[in-house]
Nanobody
Framework: QLQLVESGGGLVQPGGSLRLSCLVS????????IGWVRHAPGKEREGVSC????????KYADSVKDRFIISRDNGKNMVYLQMTSLKPEDTAVYYC????????????????WGQGTQVTVSS
C-alpha cells in the first residue's frame, strides 16, 4: 500500500522560504503522479502543484506560480515543494498526495494522502 509522509513545515516570516519533502513508500513511486494540496481553515482544499510520474510535466496554481517549485527524485522516493516569497495567505496544512494519472492537479484526482504538515507564515 502506498504511504506518504510529509516533513519540512514550520513557522516562517513573510518573504521567507521553506522546502517541504514527501517520502513515498510501499509501491513504485515512478508509477504515480504526485501533488501538493493545501487546506487553510475556513477555505476549500486547493491543489497547489503536481508533477507527472516521469517528472517532465508540472502544474501550478495561479496563486503560487513563480514562487513554488515542485520536483521529484524517484531514486530516493522523494517529492519536494520549494516555496519562496511566502505570504500569510500561504498558511495552511500541506498534504502530499498520489494519483495514478497526471490530470487536473485538483484534490479529487488523488487516491492516497499523507497526514499533512503545517506551514505558518507570520511575522
Amino acid at each position: 500500500q502506498l504511504q506518504l509522509v510529509e516533513s519540512g513545515g514550520g513557522l516562517v516570516q513573510p518573504g521567507g522560504s521553506l522546502r517541504l519533502s514527501c517520502l513515498v513508500s510501499g509501491l513504485t513511486l515512478q508509477r504515480y503522479a504526485i501533488g501538493w494540496v493545501r487546506h487553510a481553515p475556513g477555505k476549500e482544499r486547493e491543489g497547489v502543484s503536481c508533477i507527472s510520474s516521469s517528472g517532465y510535466l508540472t502544474k501550478y496554481a495561479d496563486s503560487v506560480k513563480d514562487r513554488f517549485i515542485i520536483s521529484r527524485d524517484n531514486g530516493k522516493n522523494m517529492v519536494y515543494l520549494q516555496m519562496t516569497s511566502l505570504k500569510p495567505e500561504d498558511t495552511a496544512v500541506y498534504y502530499c498526495a498520489a494519483a495514478a494519472v497526471f490530470t487536473q492537479c485538483v484534490p479529487q484526482d488523488y487516491t492516497n494522502w499523507g497526514q499533512g504538515t503545517q506551514v505558518t507564515v507570520s511575522s
